[in-house]
């Protein structure tokens, strides 16, 4: 998953959440093995979103994170 965002005008509408679904959706369509995320600590209430749908915090899944500010890992360990 990566580089999802809503503009700051649009915060608080709930367009991240439906942004999120959708694609977990496409993903459990896919037959997906592991679908792991990487963000910043500094993101707080993103954090809080991936949480809410399951993603869990890891250590780094892969060797070598792509995103210079990325201190948080995660894999999605839906219920």
């Known amino acids: ?12 509408r709930g367009i991240g959440r439906r942004l999120m679904d959708a694609a977990l959706r496409l993903y459990r369509s896919l037959d997906g093995s592991e679908l792991f995320l ?10 809080a979103l991936y949480e809410s749908v399951g993603f869990r915090h890891h250590p780094a899944p892969r ?4 995103y210079a ?3 948080v890992h995660m ?3 839906p219920d």
Do not use: Y
Not at 63 to 66: L, P, Y
């Open 38 to 47: 990487e963000s910043s600590s500094r993101l707080g209430p993103a954090l």
């Open 63 to 66: 060797a070598g994170s792509h």
């Open 69 to 71: 500010r990325a201190d």
């Open 75 to 77: 894999i999605w360990e």
């Open 1 to 12: 998953l990566t580089k999802m965002a809503v503009s700051p005008e649009a915060r608080g």
